[in-house]
């Protein structure tokens, strides 16, 4: 099911072509919130600096899973409904987390700006995407944590911030749950900058060309082959989810 976000109301879809620890990113997601509000009254509410008013909503978006480094599990999973503890129809970050792990990597807008957990660009708004639809082409550096968890198959795409049309209430009363305070505010940012909007597992796939139909899910051994991943919609997809469909592409090369 989508997360924290009406069934339908917001898709994506996401290709990683892999080349080494060189990893392609073609994504578009749509539906998601679009702007930050621009009255004084609803700012303060939600511990939102005047300086962002109107500004593109920022969609921070991380590859999530493992990390024996960090001393953090994560099963590999989209959370259910199951995961809102309290209750209260919001599934958090922090509720979340055992379900996707900590941050692996971040895609952010930035060079560099790749960081994970422990690295000020995880929840930097600022080299974030933004807009209610975005379109992200980048190529980036992937650490080893993010390496090993799509090796396994516990590497999961996270895309937060909750459109304020149609977010769970309490995302606009309750804190965020990550320690998030934006540059300039005196408290930390409403929940609905942090939670999860859209959310899938990468599932790895070899063939050596792409089918015009299902995805091959067999590993064959070759000399050049491509590794395809999808991320399909379903109870627990990346609304990326309902009928969207993310690809990774795995490119080896081997010298005769």
Avoid: W
């Avoid at 991380?62 to 503890?85: K, M, Q, R």
């Avoid at 994970?116 to 080299?127: F, L, P, Q, R």
């Amino acid at each position: 099911m989508p997360l924290n976000t009406p069934s339908g109301a917001a898709s994506g879809t996401i290709t990683v072509t892999l080349n080494g620890n060189q990893a392609t990113i073609s994504e578009h997601v749509s539906g998601l919130a679009t702007k930050l509000p621009t009255d004084k009254k609803t700012l303060d509410a939600l511990g939102i600096p005047a300086a962002f008013a109107g500004a593109p909503f920022p969609h921070v978006q991380h590859i999530h899973g493992p990390d024996a480094a960090l001393g953090a599990g994560g099963a590999g999973t989209c959370p259910t409904s199951a995961a809102d503890s309290n209750h209260d129809g919001l599934i958090t970050t922090g509720e979340a987390g055992d379900n996707y792990g900590p941050i692996l990597s971040t895609l952010s807008t930035a060079p560099g700006g790749t960081g994970d957990e422990k690295s000020a660009d995880a929840t930097n708004v600022k080299i974030a995407p933004g807009g209610g639809s975005f379109t992200y082409n980048r190529t980036i550096t992937l650490s080893s944590a993010s390496q090993a968890a799509i090796t396994s198959g516990k590497a999961v795409i996270v895309v937060h911030g909750l459109n304020p049309a149609n977010a769970p209430k309490a995302s606009l009363t309750v804190p965020n749950d990550v320690g998030l305070t934006l540059p300039g505010a005196s408290k930390p940012v409403a929940a609905i900058a942090t939670s999860p909007a859209l959310c899938g597992v990468l599932q790895a796939s070899q063939m050596s060309t792409m089918p015009g139909g299902g995805v091959n899910t067999g590993f064959a051994s070759t000399k050049s082959t491509t590794n395809t991943t999808a991320m399909a919609g379903g109870a627990a997809a990346i609304a990326l989810g309902g009928a969207g469909v993310v690809l990774m592409r795995r490119r080896k090369h081997t010298t005769v």
